[in-house]
């Protein structure tokens, strides 16, 4: 006897999952055009969507900036700038002359109406030459000041659709930082939502794009030798570690303002928190997921009021050497105050109240200047109940660790022990290694291609929802007080360490350790 499933409609934001779905051509707009995301970031990534085939015909990119281009000089800036950084290198002269034809430019300050009415005035024109059908993306690559001056001038210049009536779709796409602290970021999503829908936005964390960072879900939810050992019975603990090597750059005057833990675990910490703990979804769709990523976000223990040292530390880096180069102190940097306090390192012990991990510590650490690039999620498993080799003085038995590079060489490896080949019986870790670039044969796409092809397609799932933002802010806030009231600042450490003796401390007063990733 043989069944016939029913017929279901099929959900075409989900196609993209299955099988490789180019969007209909729109005009992205892209505020802030001359600065460094866009040329590094952005177009070099559009570029590789449309060498990968992934663009349609007619897709029209609009450069907004004060800088003084015409479409032609944008067009050889942005070139230069693929030929620098993006992925599919070399750029391929046809390639690039099809895609170029879809490169314009308006110049105009974010808050001069007539710039807007110029811009409008444009896309309509491109509606009709390059059938762009008045579907619009606005990407936000500005700082949070100007998003209120856009976001009022595009209403009152009548270019957002309600998405609730027929018509063409608008869609913004909104850069973090996503506001200071919660007070701020409330008022940014006011803001937001003044001008748009929530649907129609698109709070892009390009760790959310990585390729490794989406397959913690394959790994989790489609493994059955993970996920029935995926919580507290069985994982001792896990560590996250975001590590740079670089300092602030020229970003002094933006760091000053925020540190590392506004700069880099609010957001993309909290995200992979997030991603490792969640439950299953009901659905691999956009609001099924990011519920339950909220579910964890609210499930976070709060920082003991008085005792925040106990569990979170900072730092901040002194003058010292980085790969064999010399690196200055963060109060010597440009922009930066010489009497400054903010933290270029920080590191938490955190614990998610729920069934699946009550009293599995979390250790995060986020840093600057440590002796190497690297983010990496270890999943440090419990050992084997029985300990049967534990008398023989030739056996060490170690963790299990599951590790999970985010980047670079994304990849995951499992350390397992092994006994030693010969007579006797000796045991030595062994790992495990499975590395995107060697199992696939090719690099990744780059996170921004990811997500912008993912806006084209009106897909948020890998994007922050509003109370995403809203809880993490809630939850970290009042740490960010309580350092903020804190006069002893935050602990020194030499460029080109792992962080200061206070974070080793954190770690090492429950018997364990950082994992050297």
Same mark, same amino acid.
């Given at each position: 006897?043989?069944?016939?499933?029913?017929?279901?409609?099929?959900?075409?934001?989900?196609?993209?999952?299955?099988?490789?779905?180019?969007?209909?051509?729109?005009?992205?707009?892209?505020?802030?055009?001359?600065?460094?995301?866009?040329?590094?970031?952005?177009?070099?990534?559009?570029?590789?969507?449309?060498?990968?085939?992934?663009?349609?015909?007619?897709?029209?990119?609009?450069?907004?900036?004060?800088?003084?281009?015409?479409?032609?000089?944008?067009?050889?800036?942005?070139?230069?700038?693929?030929?620098?950084?993006?992925?599919?290198?070399?750029?391929?002269?046809?390639?690039?002359?099809?895609?170029?034809?879809?490169?314009?430019?308006?110049?105009?300050?974010?808050?001069?109406?007539?710039?807007?009415?110029?811009?409008?005035?444009?896309?309509?024109?491109?509606?009709?030459?390059?059938?762009?059908?008045?579907?619009?993306?606005?990407?936000?690559?500005?700082?949070?000041?100007?998003?209120?001056?856009?976001?009022?001038?595009?209403?009152?210049?009548?270019?957002?659709?309600?998405?609730?009536?027929?018509?063409?779709?608008? +869609? &913004?796409?909104? %850069?973090? @930082?996503? =506001?200071?602290?919660? !007070?701020? /970021?409330?008022?940014?999503?006011?803001?937001?939502? #003044?001008?748009?829908?929530?649907?129609?936005?698109?709070?892009?964390?390009?760790?959310?794009?990585?390729?490794?960072?989406?397959?913690?879900?394959?790994?989790?939810?489609?493994?059955?030798?993970?996920?029935?050992?995926?919580?507290?019975?069985?994982?001792?603990?896990?560590?996250?570690?975001?590590?740079?090597?670089?300092?602030?750059?020229?970003?002094?005057?933006?760091?000053?303002?925020?540190?590392?833990?506004?700069?880099?675990?609010?957001?993309?910490?909290?995200?992979?928190?997030?991603?490792?703990?969640?439950?299953?979804?009901?659905?691999?769709?956009?609001?099924?997921?990011?519920?339950?990523?909220?579910?964890?976000? +609210? &499930?976070?223990? %709060?920082? @003991?009021? =008085?005792?925040?040292? !106990?569990? /979170?530390?900072?730092?901040?880096?002194?003058?010292? #050497?980085?790969?064999?180069?010399?690196?200055?102190?963060?109060?010597?940097?440009?922009?930066?105050?010489?009497?400054?306090?903010?933290?270029?390192?920080?590191?938490?012990?955190?614990?998610?109240?729920?069934?699946?991990?009550?009293?599995?510590?979390?250790?995060?650490?986020?840093?600057?200047?440590?002796?190497?690039?690297?983010?990496?999620?270890?999943?440090?498993?419990?050992?084997?109940?029985?300990?049967?080799?534990?008398?023989?003085?030739?056996?060490?038995?170690?963790?299990?660790?599951?590790?999970?590079?985010?980047?670079?060489?994304?990849?995951?490896?499992?350390?397992?022990?092994?006994?030693?080949?010969?007579?006797?019986?000796?045991?030595?870790?062994?790992?495990?290694?499975?590395?995107?670039?060697?199992?696939?044969?090719?690099?990744?796409?780059?996170?921004?291609?990811?997500?912008?092809?993912?806006?084209?397609?009106?897909?948020?799932?890998?994007?922050?929802?509003?109370?995403?933002?809203?809880?993490?802010?809630?939850?970290?806030?009042?740490?960010?007080?309580?350092?903020?009231?804190?006069?002893?600042?935050?602990?020194?450490?030499?460029?080109?360490?792992?962080?200061?003796?206070?974070?080793?401390?954190?770690?090492?007063?429950?018997?364990?350790?950082?994992?050297?990733?």
């Amino acid at each position: 006897m043989t069944t016939t499933a029913p017929d279901v409609e099929p959900n075409p934001l989900r196609e993209g999952l299955e099988q490789e779905r180019v969007p209909d051509a729109s005009c992205l707009v892209i505020f802030g055009a001359s600065g460094d995301l866009t040329q590094r970031k952005l177009i070099p990534g559009l570029y590789s969507l449309a060498h990968d085939g992934l663009l349609p015909a007619g897709q029209t990119i609009v450069g907004f900036s004060r800088s003084d281009y015409t479409d032609d000089e944008f067009r050889k800036l942005m070139r230069e700038a693929c030929d620098k950084h993006a992925r599919t290198r070399p750029v391929d002269d046809a390639i690039w002359e099809n895609f170029a034809k879809g490169l314009f430019y308006v110049r105009g300050n974010f808050d001069e109406h007539q710039a807007y009415v110029e811009l409008k005035k444009r896309l309509g024109e491109f509606d009709k030459t390059r059938g762009t059908g008045g579907r619009r993306i606005y990407y936000l690559a500005v700082p949070p000041d100007y998003f209120p001056l856009i976001c009022e001038l595009l209403g009152k210049e009548q270019m957002v659709n309600d998405p609730e009536k027929d018509g063409p779709y608008t +869609r &913004a796409i909104i %850069e973090k @930082p996503f =506001g200071h602290d919660l !007070e701020s /970021a409330r008022e940014l999503n006011r803001v937001a939502v #003044s001008t748009f829908r929530e649907r129609q936005l698109f709070r892009i964390d390009h760790y959310l794009g990585k390729e490794t960072v989406q397959n913690l879900l394959v790994l989790r939810f489609a493994n059955g030798i993970f996920e029935p050992f995926w919580n507290r019975q069985y994982i001792d603990h896990v560590q996250l570690t975001v590590a740079e090597s670089i300092g602030v750059e020229k970003r002094g005057a933006y760091f000053e303002s925020a540190g590392i833990t506004r700069d880099i675990i609010q957001n993309h910490m909290l995200q992979l928190v997030s991603l490792v703990a969640m439950e299953p979804p009901v659905a691999f769709e956009a609001d099924a997921v990011r519920d339950e990523k909220v579910k964890v976000l +609210r &499930a976070l223990r %709060e920082f @003991p009021k =008085g005792k925040e040292a !106990e569990l /979170a530390v900072r730092g901040q880096y002194t003058d010292g #050497s980085v790969l064999g180069e010399e690196a200055i102190a963060y109060r010597r940097e440009e922009n930066v105050d010489p009497k400054s306090n903010v933290e270029t390192f920080a590191a938490m012990k955190v614990f998610i109240d729920n069934w699946r991990w009550a009293d599995v510590p979390f250790y995060l650490r986020a840093g600057k200047r440590l002796p190497k690039r690297v983010t990496d999620i270890s999943i440090h498993f419990r050992p084997a109940p029985y300990p049967l080799f534990n008398k023989m003085s030739n056996v060490k038995m170690q963790s299990n660790i599951l590790s999970i590079r985010i980047q670079p060489d994304e990849g995951i490896s499992l350390k397992f022990d092994s006994k030693i080949p010969g007579p006797t019986v000796r045991t030595a870790p062994v790992t495990m290694e499975f590395r995107y670039a060697t199992s696939f044969g090719a690099e990744p796409p780059e996170a921004y291609e990811r997500l912008l092809l993912e806006t084209m397609l009106g897909d948020s799932t890998l994007f922050a929802r509003r109370d995403e933002v809203e809880t993490a802010w809630d939850w970290l806030d009042p740490l960010l007080v309580a350092w903020a009231k804190d006069a002893r600042g935050p602990e020194l450490y030499p460029a080109g360490n792992w962080g200061p003796p206070s974070a080793d401390a954190l770690i090492e007063r429950d018997g364990r350790s950082w994992r050297r990733p």
